[in-house]
């Protein structure tokens, strides 16, 4: 006769096997097997929560280089790449849960690293909504103190070239200038 401890023992081993629900079964063997039907079924599980997550950590600049959708193609290719290989154990949905959340986290971690790296800083970019304005209706401060600059150096200038300057960006040809003087 068993004792109680035993016994204990053993009922936690016999609900550990069943703790895992019946999809995650079929979605570990069908990793194991390959069976795209039962990948496609996870894939219909996962894909809008590990976006959603993904979403919730790229920041908005990284979101301009690197797609939520992008991050979590990744997360499946390395999850099913390896649970094929057996390299998981997974005793339950939330243990699978909370391996495709890390691994989530992991690849964005990677690719702001990779995007952040000095020759590909973030930092560095520039986007049309801080350059000069397109449609010409305001000049930009860079734009503005460009033309200070260029003033200041003007007035350097003898008068005879400061006149030359100022009939150059009235659009007069070289010939047309050399007319007038």
């Not at 069908?30 to 950590?57: K, M, Q, S, T």
């Not at 339950?92 to 690719?111: F, H, P, V």
């Not at 010409?136 to 860079?142: H, R, S």
Request: proline share 2%; aromatic share 8%; charged share 35%.
């Amino acid at each position: 006769m068993a004792g109680p401890r035993e016994d204990e023992d053993n009922l936690f081993q016999d609900n550990l096997s069943d703790a895992m629900s019946d999809p995650t079964k079929r979605w570990v063997q069908g990793f194991r097997d390959g069976d795209p039907d039962l990948i496609a079924e996870f894939w219909n599980e996962y894909e809008v929560r590990l976006r959603r997550l993904a979403e919730r950590n790229l920041g908005q600049q990284m979101r301009r280089r690197v797609g939520s959708e992008d991050v979590v193609q990744s997360v499946f290719r390395t999850f099913l790449r390896r649970a094929h290989q057996d390299e998981f154990e997974l005793a339950d949905g939330q243990s699978l849960a909370a391996l495709l959340s890390t691994i989530t986290l992991n690849k964005i971690r990677e690719k702001v690293r990779y995007h952040t790296r000095q020759k590909r800083g973030i930092d560095r970019e520039r986007y049309l909504d801080t350059l000069a304005d397109l449609a010409g209706k305001e000049t930009t401060p860079d734009e503005t103190a460009a033309f200070h600059e260029v003033e200041e150096m003007i007035c350097d200038f003898n008068q005879d070239e400061q006149h030359i300057i100022q009939l150059r960006l009235e659009n007069y040809t070289h010939q047309e200038i050399a007319q007038r003087l």
